[in-house]
């Protein structure tokens, strides 16, 4: 009894399992593979992205409030800003210079115009840039509302397979049934090994996201507002 103890649980390793699976079980097992190694990779990529976006961000906030002429620091900066909140800036910055080369006259109306100009300047960088940094989170979205079903579906093909394979050798012992709910099994926890981390992390990373956007648009709306005073003030 011991021998066959032994041979059955060596069966029972992952990777034989894998082996010894059927072939579209085998398709299951890599695609879920290859979406968690995937689903990590976008996870770190985005924490660290983030983490570094937000310490660009309050250096910029620095050097912006810290009273210096805003003409300097877009000077400074020059045409290829370094993060999305330098980006805004700058894209304000040449749209208000644009508008001041032309002669921009004290003109209520006109006033009202650049300030939407600038505005929807501001608003369209701001978006595109949100956009970059969000790229790839839809898989994360996809791969936890859908992985537990593909897992699901290895295992429900892994069942039918022991099913066939007591109905061929009318046998029901373990080292027949074994291996086919095995591999559903092991299906099944890649599955939710995919899927749950993606959920964690969609979320996390969402909300963080929120809060960046939100930044950006906070600090877009405190730029409109000083452009605004420097017009009026402006002889």
């Known amino acids: 009894m011991e021998p066959s103890v032994i041979e059955v ?3 029972l390793s992952m990777w034989s399992l894998f082996l010894q699976a059927d072939l579209v079980v085998k398709a299951v097992i890599v695609a879920l593979l290859l979406a968690s190694v995937w689903c990590w990779a976008i996870i770190f990529e985005k924490f660290f992205r983030l983490r570094r976006l937000n310490k660009q961000a309050t250096a910029f906030e620095s050097s912006f409030w810290s009273g210096g002429a805003i003409d300097d620091l877009y000077d400074r900066m020059g045409a290829q800003p370094q993060d999305p909140m330098s980006a805004v ?6 749209e208000w210079r644009r508008a001041m080369s032309r002669g921009a006259t004290d003109d209520a109306s006109t006033s009202i115009g650049l300030q939407d100009r600038i505005d929807r300047v501001m608003h369209i960088t701001a978006n595109r840039e949100v956009e970059r940094i969000e790229r790839y989170m839809t898989f994360l979205a996809s791969t936890g509302a859908t992985a537990p079903f593909i897992g699901l579906f290895g295992t429900v093909w892994g069942i039918m397979n022991s099913f066939q394979a007591i109905g061929v050798s009318k046998n029901t012992s373990l080292a027949v049934v074994a291996p086919g709910i095995a591999e559903a ?4 926890a890649l599955g939710l090994l995919a899927a749950i981390p993606a959920v964690l992390a969609y979320n996390l990373l969402s909300r963080d996201l929120d809060r960046y956007a939100g930044r950006l648009t906070s600090f877009s709306e405190e ?3 000083i452009l605004s005073r420097q017009k009026e003030d402006k002889p």
């Not at 800036?89 to 040449?94: C, H, P």
């Not at 099994?185 to 099944?188: I, Q, R, W």
């Open 9 to 11: 649980s060596a069966d």
């Open 89 to 94: 800036f700058v894209a304000a910055m040449r």
């Open 185 to 188: 099994l092991f299906a099944t």
């Open 223 to 225: 730029f409109l507002a």
